[in-house]
């Protein structure tokens, strides 16, 4: 006998049911077929309904249904009765979770890489971007290179320069990528076990690694988005907000199609007394932090020498209150109670509980639980712009970025020496430097555009021991860019060493300290091939 009660309908309640929900009878079920803000008004009511939601939607939903088309397509159900139940929730009781309960899938493409940091800023939202691993930027789109075009700059009398510069650190990009991937074939003969076809991948994708720095921040990329309602609220109050136009911009696009599919998620956004008030306390407050770190920052100072990674903050007794946090749900004592145990044990004691709670893990996605997030670690970075593209993405993380400069040099790659191609790779990076400053004092927004990829960045990263083993196991395989890898393997160091947490380092056992791989895609591209002939 089953433990859940199943509920009756008649046949032509069946019927309707079929169409928008994945079973009529079990306790678990998914809707289908319905626009989100239909879901999101479902689920409104639903928490203040004693009904089930199938019986809610036949009740209070489909009054107005219309089931003479076609099954398979989005229904029209209730969408006015949706629509007026958030304006009842949203502005007379302010419920703004309700704007959780519905998502959206949107294509954000032709964004410059400046403005994908924008969009990526959100921790509560789904992204994937377009990678210059395995996007050649020697293409065209409609007879020109894809890098945005400041609509401001282009009017001034730097526009013309602006064009012509950023065309020949294309040129350069383009006409380096056969001499790259000529030099990584010679370094790297094919293994007789590969395919071409895996092997001509692997090597495209070193040479694109090694030539990435090249690419301007004003190169064009691809977002794919999912997020909540809310999330795209928050996103487009911030962007609204910022001073680079083309997010302002991007912004009003990203508004006009979110109405199209969630309305009533995003009516306060350019509301007077609302969004308008919000994105007004967003820009003043920046701008009033720009003013004075500029008065007590005046340019032209000096700036300290720094690593690469800084470990600039963490709890010397972090590894005592992990323990504490590891035991607590398995005890009823207080925990000030448990902690006063842990400090009273050995550090053998201490070190038996960490290996139990870790337990054998088999690979990295096998994650320990809550109690590392106990631990804390604070590192100022400063690496190179491509770099920090890939880290910037990991959500579970508070990240902080300053502007992109030319000011504390680049990146070049070893390969690049090798191949002989220093002296244009250099050339580009004087070219990227000198547009920077032409256009810094008229347009100081806009002017990172001109900053190459290679170009060194600073940020800091504050993440909790779980998120560090997290990215820091991630970003150190073999396969990922030489670039990133450096900064993880130096947060692992820091955190074993300059901490002194040497159990938490202990912990993150898939982190790679080996150096830079011979082709880091080609083990990657070797399992997708086994994938492919599998699936034939």
């Not at 007794?317 to 946090?325: C, G, I, P, R, T």
């Amino acid at each position: 006998m089953s433990v859940y009660v199943a509920e009756e309908y008649e046949p032509e309640e069946e019927d309707i049911l079929r169409r928008y929900f994945t079973n009529l009878d079990g306790p678990v079920f998914a809707l289908v077929n319905l626009p989100e803000v239909v879901k999101g008004a479902l689920f409104a009511r639903y928490s203040r309904s004693p009904k089930s939601l199938r019986r809610l939607f036949l009740d209070e939903f489909v009054g107005d249904l219309d089931i003479s088309g076609d099954v398979t397509i989005d229904a029209t159900v209730g969408l006015k009765r949706a629509e007026d139940l958030y304006d009842r929730v949203f502005f007379d009781y302010g419920d703004d979770s309700v704007a959780q309960l519905g998502g959206v899938h949107l294509a954000c493409e032709q964004a410059s890489n400046l403005l994908t940091k924008v969009l990526e800023w959100g921790r509560l939202m789904a992204y994937l971007e377009q990678s210059t691993r395995y996007i050649a930027y020697d293409a065209r789109i409609g007879g020109r290179y894809r890098f945005y075009r400041d609509p401001e700059v282009l009017g001034s009398s730097l526009g013309t320069r602006y064009v012509g510069d950023m065309d020949r650190l294309f040129d350069t990009y383009g006409e380096l990528l056969p001499v790259l991937q000529d030099w990584f074939r010679g370094q790297y003969p094919k293994d007789p076990d590969d395919s071409d076809f895996v092997y001509r991948q692997a090597v495209r994708a070193k040479a694109f690694d090694a030539l990435r720095g090249i690419l301007p921040a004003a190169s064009l990329s691809n977002v794919g988005i999912y997020g909540t309602g809310q999330a795209y609220e928050q996103l487009l109050l911030r962007m609204r907000a910022h001073p680079l136009p083309e997010a302002r911009t991007y912004a009003d696009l990203m508004l006009g199609e979110l109405r199209k599919v969630i309305p009533s998620f995003l009516k306060r956004v350019d509301l007077e007394d609302r969004g308008v008030a919000w994105s007004h306390y967003l820009s003043s407050t920046a701008d009033a932090m720009e003013d004075l770190a500029g008065r007590l920052f005046p340019g032209g100072g000096t700036i300290d020498a720094a690593p690469v990674v800084t470990l600039t903050d963490f709890d010397p007794d972090a590894e005592v209150k992990l323990v504490a946090s590891m035991l607590y749900p398995y005890v009823d004592r207080p925990e000030r109670q448990v902690e006063a145990t842990v400090r009273a044990m050995g550090a053998d004691e201490r070190l038996a509980v960490v290996r139990a709670y870790v337990g054998e893990r088999a690979n990295r996605r096998h994650k320990p639980g809550r109690a590392l997030e106990r631990p804390f670690y604070r590192f100022d970075v400063l690496a190179d712009y491509g770099a920090f593209r890939d880290l910037q993405r990991h959500r579970m993380l508070t990240i902080e970025w300053q502007r992109l400069t030319p000011h504390h040099g680049y990146t070049r790659p070893g390969a690049v020496d090798e191949a002989g191609a220093a002296p244009r790779f250099d050339e580009a990076m004087e070219r990227s430097a000198a547009l920077y400053d032409a256009l810094a004092e008229t347009f100081p927004d806009q002017a990172s555009y001109a900053v190459s990829l290679a170009y060194k960045v600073r940020f800091m990263i504050n993440l909790n021991a779980r998120s560090a083993m997290h990215l820091i196991e991630l970003r150190t395989t073999p396969q990922g860019h030489p670039a990133y890898r450096l900064v993880g393997q130096e947060m692992h160091r820091l955190i074993a060493e300059e901490a002194g947490h040497h159990a938490i380092a202990e912990m993150m056992r898939f982190v790679d300290h080996s150096e830079e791989a011979e082709l880091e895609r080609l083990q990657s591209e070797r399992r997708a091939e086994e994938r492919r002939l599998g699936r034939a």
